[in-house]
């Protein structure tokens, strides 16, 4: 089986979907499948291109067995406008690095962006083949709710692309059971839609002990209770939550915060914690690296906005708990977020955008260590039992094979 997987962010992109992609293609190339990926260029991270792809438009290589062609795109940080300009170019070279890819069995693409499910829904018909749609968010509404769109008019727009995409579509695979009934609501048939988790790399990120860390040792932490954030900053993490609460937090001298990332909201993070010394800021790390830096922690943030769990499972969870470290979740009542933490039993959810409460799980936390540290490792085995990479890239296979 031929797999044309089309995604904005790929491997060396260590944030977003890029991780997820990665191992699904790689999986499929170890199970005997050819996969053909159509990418944007390394920028996830900073906003920016990476220097060996500036002043390109396409570029091809390999990496674990995966043929990968690179295309450009607007790359700058920004509000709306940016982020459309980001997708609507994407989608142009993208589309036309796939019309010059061979013969292919299925065409599989994540959101976002939307428009790319039009465009691939649109080469899978050209092709005669299939095409899977795969939902890591929900767009428009995630939009709508962070309050990026407000023209009634562009609003319907997208709704109604959306609808289209839904409709073209072979199969829809969503990450959850809310993501499920979004689609049931919009009036997609049960029989079309796969519920396939995201998935943690648990042989990858294992747990490793605080004494000896790295990461630790390096920023004299081996005495301290380190509260951690590692990801994207961007808008719909609500960093300024973190910020509130930590200032809530200074008559614990042990506490420390490691605040690990780039993106739209770093320079509003530097300029509110720059100063503390009490504070851990380090740019995003290699991917290498990361199952130190994890276990660097005793406890990890997942914040999100307002009506944004609705819309997403934060990615970083899965690693936190792969990484047997608690969650401290901030998203809405309800949301699989909160379902994840709470059929798991590891760690806390508090509302979104609460720095007091934020502030006072941090204080649990810390108080009842003995406590973390069993919230952590029921986490651990609740990702192995059931977000293991094998398990939701056999998931995929079984679905792939189902419509070639």
């Known amino acids: 089986m031929h797999v044309l997987l089309l995604a904005l962010n790929y491997h060396p992109d260590r944030l977003g979907n890029a991780p997820l992609m990665t191992g699904l ?19 996830h991270e900073t906003g920016r291109i990476e220097a060996p792809y500036r002043g390109r438009l396409f570029a091809r290589d390999a990496h674990n067995g995966v ?16 982020k459309m300009a980001n997708y609507a170019s994407f989608t142009a070279t993208a589309l036309a690095a796939a019309l010059a890819v061979g013969p292919v069995d299925v065409v599989f693409t994540p959101s976002p962006p939307l428009t790319l499910g039009l465009v691939d829904a649109a080469l899978a018909r050209w092709r005669g083949v299939p095409f899977v749609y795969n939902l890591q968010d929900l767009f428009p509404e995630a939009a709508v709710r962070l309050g990026v769109l407000t023209n009634p008019r562009v609003i319907g727009a997208f709704e109604r692309l959306e609808k289209l995409v839904y409709r073209r579509a072979t199969r829809l695979a969503v990450i959850s059971e809310g993501f499920r009934q979004h689609l049931l609501a919009r009036g997609v048939p049960d029989g079309k839609i796969a519920v396939i988790p995201n998935f943690a790399d648990v042989d990858f990120i294992t747990p490793r002990p605080r004494a000896g860390n790295p990461f630790r040792e390096a920023h004299g932490l081996d005495e301290t209770f380190v509260v951690q954030f590692s990801g994207r900053m961007g808008y719909s993490q609500g960093l300024e939550t973190v910020v509130e609460a930590w200032k809530r937090l200074g008559d614990l001298p042990d506490l420390r915060l490691m605040m690990v990332g780039d993106g739209q909201a770093r320079p509003m993070v530097d300029a509110a914690l720059g100063d503390d010394p009490r504070v851990v800021l380090l740019p995003t790390q290699a991917r290498e690296d990361l199952p130190d830096l994890l276990a660097a922690a005793d406890v990890g943030l997942a914040p999100l906005r307002h009506g944004m769990a609705g819309t997403s499972v934060p990615s970083k969870m899965f690693g936190i708990m792969a990484a047997a470290r608690p969650i401290i979740a901030g998203v809405d009542a309800g949301s699989d977020a909160e379902a994840l933490v709470q059929t798991a039993d590891c760690g806390r959810v508090v509302p979104p955008e609460d720095p007091a409460a934020l502030a006072d799980a941090i204080r ?11 919230q952590g490792e029921r986490g651990r085995a609740h990702v192995v039992a059931h977000y293991a990479q094998a398990a939701v890239v056999d998931a995929y296979e079984r679905l792939l094979r189902s419509i070639t």
């Open 364 to 374: 649990a936390a810390h108080a009842d260590r003995a406590m973390s540290q069993a």
């Open 25 to 43: 293609a790689e999986g499929l190339v170890a199970r005997g499948h050819r996969v053909t990926v159509v990418c944007a260029f390394p920028h």
């Open 67 to 82: 043929d990968i062609h690179r295309v450009w795109l607007y790359a700058p940080e920004g509000g709306a406008a940016a």
